[in-house]
Structures are given as C-alpha cells and as structure tokens.
C-alpha cells in the first residue's frame, strides 16, 4: 500500500467515527440538547455500550435493531457514518491540499479546514432536512475555524493570494444570496445566505473555477430536484424546499470536481 493509499483509508475511518458523532450533532442540536450526555436508544433510552458504537458495523452486527429492545435503528445512521468517512477520504483523495502549501504543517492546517468544512456539511444538509434550519451555531463557527486554519496556512508558508480568493469568494456568493433573500424572501432563508459566504470562502480558496462550478452545480441540482417533485406532484409552486442541502452539494461538486468540469466545459464549448 502507498503512503497515499494509506492516507485515504485512514481518512475513510476517521470519517465514519466523525459522522457517528455527526448523527448526534444532527439530532440534538435543533432541540438544544448536550453534545456531551452518553448515547442512548431513542425508543427505549437503554444506554448504547461502546461496542454497540462501532460505527457501520454495530449496526451491520445488530441487524439494524436496538440490542435491548429490539426496534429498529434507523438505516440513517450507518448512512451518515458511511457518507462522511466517503466524503473525508474524497477530500484526502481529489482535493489539492498539498499542492497548495509549501509544507506539510501548512498542507496539514487546509486538510483540517476542509474536513471542519465537510462535517458542517453533512451535520447540516441532516438539519435543514429534517427542521428547514441552518443553525447559527453550526454555520458562524465554520467561519472562525475555516478562516483560522486557512490564515495559519498563509502563516505556515501558503499563498496569500488563496486567502484574498476565499474572503471575495465569500463576499460574492454572500451577496448574491442576500439579493435572492431580499428579492424574495419566502425562497430563501436568512440561513441560507449565511451558509452562502460559508461555501464561498472554502470555494474561492480553491480557485475561481470550483466558485464557479459549485455556485451554479447548486441551482441545477436544487433545480432538478424541484421540477421532479412537481412532476411527481408531491411539491405546490409554493411548497418551501430546503436549499442548504442542494447548496452544499453544489459546494462539494465544485471543491472536488470543479476545475475538470470547467475544462471539460470550456472544451466542448470551444473557448479554449
Ligand atoms: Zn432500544
């Protein structure tokens, strides 16, 4: 196995412990309750034992039942842990966190960033799925650790130049959310224009192709998936969608993808 290889499996693992965690971000922070309580059954409140906590395979072992009552556990879960642990080796994989930084300290601080990234990611596309709401205390700290991280980069020897990227970055996909809130604000939420900035930082730092590819892969997605529901005739032109989910998958399609599907696109187009 190649050190690269390693690296990824070991980022694979380390995501499905985060999304385990995840799954109790996703179900106790809309209610305010601790992070810190030990893991209960929601349907019996009998305590989850450590090995009951493996992620994917207490549950796999389990058949998917409660080991003291016997009702089932959601197939969410092991979903979550699976997605996440994807995600972070993907990020591992495609994302060009070494050959942004001068270093390995530097490379190390971008990883961190946009794990950090990708954690929010997940804990609140399950959020604004399950409530329609980006909570504030998901979303403004993503700012701290995301500038934070990547400004100690920029410290460790990264370019500056990515830092300036990320803040216009921010500043536009920010602004152009506040104009569609204040153009019509039953489609957007005051949340999603948050996130917006959130998005925009971690995709400016990466270059103005994943800005671009991510902003637009966002309204395609949301896009297609609300001409399906009212196709299906499951969604009224009224009915409010949660678009914090299509925008963070917007996000990841132009962080992981974005500058192969700009070339792929300028090619065919001809422009370059
Ligand atoms: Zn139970």
Known sequence: MTPEMAMI????????VIGSFLNVVSHRVPVGASLLDPSHCPRCEAPIRPWQNI?????????????????????????VELT????????????PWQQLAPNTAAAICILLAYWWFAGS??????????????????????????VGLLTLACLLGADWWALLRAGIGAAVLFGVYALLWLARPGAMGAGDVKLAGLVGLHLGWLGWAAVAVGAIAAFILGGLYGVGLLAARRAGRKTALAFGPWMIAGAWTGALAGTAIAQFYLGISGLV
């Open 9 to 16: 499996a070991l980022s694979f693992l380390f995501g499905l």
């Open 55 to 79: 992620p994917v395979l207490s549950w796999l072992a389990l058949r998917g039942k409660c080991a003291a009552c016997r009702q089932p556990i959601s197939v969410r879960y092991p979903l």
């Open 84 to 95: 996440t642990g994807v995600l972070f080796a993907s990020i591992a994989w495609l994302l």
């Open 121 to 146: 990611s997940v804990a609140l596309t399950l959020i604004d799925l399950d409530t329609k709401r980006l909570p504030d205390v998901i979303v403004l700290p993503g700012y701290a650790v995301g």
